[in-house]
């Protein structure tokens, strides 16, 4: 009896605290908003927004509900935070593998990157790329050519836009390669295990990659032009670009300066975690006959990437939750948007403060779920 | 079930109204606002982060504009000195919750009065000391001298969560031309964008654009287009509940107003006191009792007067010499071609 008091009244004391804590707030939001005719509820997801938005993934415009400008907000959050992650990803693991270089100019410049940019505080590095950096720029008019089609200049990089024809079938055909090396993996393990052959899979899945999606331009009716920018006059002195597709210096800025600080944290996990691996097991591995090539991909690198992964889904998250600095530079990102806009628009703080919270905890939950799955697909299994 | 979640979400994010205990009551003579104002000794009021002729702070930090004297009045009227407000600067985005929230007791920060900002979030206006519209600036160079000449395409720089971002849609829509809104938090920052040539034009308040203009690196190579595109009466606010206290603020307002209507102004107003005219002798405080209804002494409306001067006094002051808009436009007087008419003090 004594024990089960000793246990369990902490407990429901304190479950009781937070409850009561709760309750509390709750009761004087409620009195405050009601002394100050402040309506709460969500009806003003339904109505008209009246506002446009400067870059959108989805066809929106202001006779558009609030909803909807929600969902541009929240798309262009995902956008740039995917963009950044795969950039920050593939920069993180070359500056990473550079630090460990025997090569002294690589390794030092390697590292001088990763002390610079994880040095300055990454609102800075958002107000250098797009006041200084990308102010700099040139006027549409005066821009040359990168690649011949490209323009950048200070009111957006244009590139050409891809006008496809007959696309379901190339991605049908891409969906089968992918399917197909999937296949051809199985079976090489299998080939593997039980024969010990051994066949070059990457070779063939390039190949494959490369072959079926081009079948389909043979024979499968698809065709690909590019609608290239081309100079427009707006007044006596303004151009603009237009045809093909025009990305904001905002969003240029930001994912430059996601990226390159974030590349920087990546870096040092994929470091911590090679080198969390010890000597003898690449000793150990090479002693049993195993190619260098065999030897990063069967023994180090299954082991480092266990170190690695956690820490590097705290960067993803972090980057993610960082985008919502893009309110700094007018990026139309989830917070100047929803929490911008729309909140000063409607007067609703409470309730579109809440949703914002709501989706950045469910954007970044989803991202450690989807890490977390992965890392247990890695992880050593006890046999 | 839908109360639970009701509760829980407004759990969730309720900075605003957090910890603010409930402060106001229905009393029918008190002003809770007022008294804590006499006890904290001065104004809260929340104006602009730097709006020359509007709200402005020099280098050593002191505040002029017609939107700064408007708290002014309300100190001289409640505390008996022009001199004893806080300012408190905030952005377009912070304004109204920094009100709702208690931060600051008087919004005086060009807003423009809308129906639903009125009736749906707490706020409560309560005159107009500014009567504008919004307008379009372009560089000269570029040839445009009407709203008309907009194409397919153009960038426009404007602030964030701002009626401006409302009326710039209604006027392209309605136009069907397409428009790239390139949409900052801070004044400053659209104009370094304009600036920069980010955007082809920069759309506000056209009184905004003239005090804006000035910061341009060059001045002179931009215009404001001749078109007015929207109303945007521009007045003080008030938090909803406390009806003494925005009678105070809108009869301070009204005092310059009517001051300047009666030739009352701030270096004559002591000898108006034995004028024979009774309307300027109420203005005065010389006749009648009406700071009784507010609970405030009989010379508060002299004080407003003496101390920040009429509505004519600090629009010269504040936007007519410092070359913002040299002409009043319709912010004259009534009877002067204006629209300006205020109800009558008595």
Known sequence: ?383 | MFKIIKQLTSVVAMFAVLFAFSTETMAAKKSKTLENTKKRGFVRCGVSQGLPGFSNADESGNWTGIDVDVCRAVAAATLGDATKVKFTPLSAKERFTALTSGEIDILSRNTTWTLSRDADIGLTFVGVNFYDGQGFMVRKGSGISSTGEFKNGTSVCTNLGTTTELNMRDFFDSRGISYEPVVFEKADEVVAAYDAGRCDTYTTDKSGLAAQRTKLSAPDDHVVLPETISKEPLGPVVRQGDSVWEDIVRWSLNTMIEAEEYGVNSSNADMMKTSNNPAIKRLVGAEGELGAAFGLDNDWNLRIIKQVGNYGESYKRNIADTGILPDRGPNELWTKGGILYVPPAR
């Open chain 1, 1 to 383: 009896m004594n024990n089960i008091i000793k246990r369990y009244i902490p407990q429901i004391l304190a479950i009781l605290f937070v409850v009561l804590i709760f309750g509390f707030l709750t009761l004087n939001a409620q009195t405050n908003m009601d002394n100050r005719g402040i309506d709460f509820g969500f009806g003003f997801l339904s109505q008209e927004s009246s506002f446009d938005v400067q870059f959108s993934l989805i066809e929106y415009s202001g006779s558009d509900s609030y909803a909807r400008a929600f969902l541009v907000g929240l798309l262009n959050t995902l956008l740039v935070s995917f963009i950044s992650i795969i950039i920050c990803t593939i920069l993180g693991v070359i500056i990473g593998v550079a630090r460990l270089s025997s090569n002294y100019l690589i390794k030092n410049s390697a590292a001088w990157y990763v002390e610079f940019f994880r040095n300055i505080p990454l609102l800075l590095q958002i107000f250098f790329w797009y006041y200084a950096a990308l102010r700099a720029l040139p006027m549409p008019e005066k821009a040359d050519a990168w690649f011949g089609v490209t323009y950048m200049t200070v009111k957006g990089y244009y590139i050409p836009a891809m006008v496809w024809e007959n696309l379901n079938v190339f991605l049908y055909c891409g969906l089968a390669a992918i399917i197909a090396i999937i296949v051809l993996r199985n079976y090489a393990n299998k080939l593997r295990d039980t024969q010990g052959k051994q066949i070059p899979v990457l070779l063939y899945s390039v190949g494959l990659l490369i072959v079926l999606p081009l079948l389909s331009f043979l024979f499968g009716g698809v065709s690909l032009e590019f609608e290239i920018p081309e100079l427009k006059k707006l007044s006596k002195i303004s151009y603009i670009y237009e045809g093909g597709i025009s990305l904001p210096p905002e969003l240029i800025a930001l994912v430059l300066a996601l990226s390159l600080y974030t590349s920087t944290f990546v870096a040092e996990c994929v470091r911590a975690g090679i080198e969390g691996v010890s000597k003898g097991q690449k000793e150990a591995a090479a002693s049993v006959g195993l190619t260098p090539n065999q030897v990063l991909k069967l023994v180090i690198m299954p082991q480092a990437l266990r170190i690695i992964i956690p820490p590097t889904t705290n960067q993803y998250l972090n980057l993610t939750k960082n985008s919502s600095l893009a309110a700094a530079i007018a990026y139309p990102d989830l917070v100047l948007v929803f929490a911008g806009t729309a909140l000063m628009q409607t007067g609703k703080a409470i309730e579109i403060v809440s949703i914002t919270m709501l989706t950045y905890l469910t954007i970044s939950l989803t991202i450690a779920a989807v890490m977390n799955w992965y890392n247990k697909k890695i992880e050593i299994k006890e046999k």
